[in-house]
């Protein structure tokens, strides 16, 4: 078997499994009464090689996450190539900021008013617009990332009067855990944050958050109740990719 043949079968494998996840997403917006809300699925390619990012491009995925900034730069090109959207969803520090404003889309995983004034300055000196996220810690777990779900609004109001960067939205990672209402609770709450950022947007009391409406929350485990809380974006590795080596 020769490698394109490879390559072609992997490819092959991810396309299932990413058609199996958008129905499963499908099926989720069914049951909460979201039909047509295009939920979009974010294949998360952490610690996977340049080959398989090919093959997830090659798959027909549209929106693609790394959680490191080397893994970003290395496979980069391959998705800048493929005109797929590339987030940086893993937690970044500001002296590897240049790095992610270069091939990031989207930065999903600020969580500081000096982080976001770093990628501003950043996105001007390279003369491009850079989404952000406003990431949340919503479970209040010492292990996970993200403001306090009080100062978000702030941290959104303060990164949006900045230049060169564009406020998307917000994320989280959802609380570790099974007891499906207190994970849907803590995704409930990051819904309420970016509701309460669009209604004070509109009465015009604080800077234009008004593009901020993306909820990128929910993984492979838990989807479904991330997108009966409001998601716009699932972020899929496993259920796609299958386990990590």
């Excluded at 610690?47 to 959680?67: F, K, S």
Aim: with cysteine; charged share 25%.
């Amino acid at each position: 078997m020769t490698g394109s043949a490879d390559a072609d079968d992997v490819a092959a494998g991810i396309a299932a499994r990413l058609a199996d996840v958008r129905a499963r997403v499908r099926l989720a917006e069914a049951a909460s009464g979201r039909t047509g809300a295009a939920v979009r699925v974010l294949v998360a390619t952490k610690t996977r090689d340049e080959a398989v990012a090919r093959a997830v491009c090659d798959a027909g995925a549209r929106l693609v996450g790394e959680n490191r900034v080397q893994e970003l730069v290395a496979k980069g090109p391959v998705f800048r190539k493929a005109g797929v959207e590339a987030h940086l969803i893993g937690p970044l520090q500001r002296n590897k900021a240049r790095d992610a404003v270069a091939w990031a889309d989207c930065i999903e995983s600020v969580d500081s008013a000096p982080l976001a004034e770093r990628i501003s300055r950043l996105a001007l000196e390279a003369g491009r617009t850079v989404g952000v996220m406003i990431q949340v810690n919503v479970s209040g777990e010492e292990t996970k990332s993200g403001v306090a779900p009080g100062d978000a609004l702030a941290l959104a109001a303060t990164a949006a009067e900045l230049p060169a960067i564009e406020i998307r939205g917000f994320m989280t990672v959802g609380l570790n855990s099974r007891d499906e209402a207190a994970v849907r609770a803590g995704y409930a709450r990051l819904r309420e944050i970016r509701d309460a950022a669009l209604v004070r947007s509109a009465s015009g009391r604080g800077p234009d958050l008004s593009g901020a409406w993306e909820l990128s929350m929910g993984m492979s485990g838990d989807l479904e109740w991330a997108i009966a809380e409001g998601a716009t974006i699932v972020r899929v590795g496993t259920a796609i990719l299958g386990p990590r080596g």
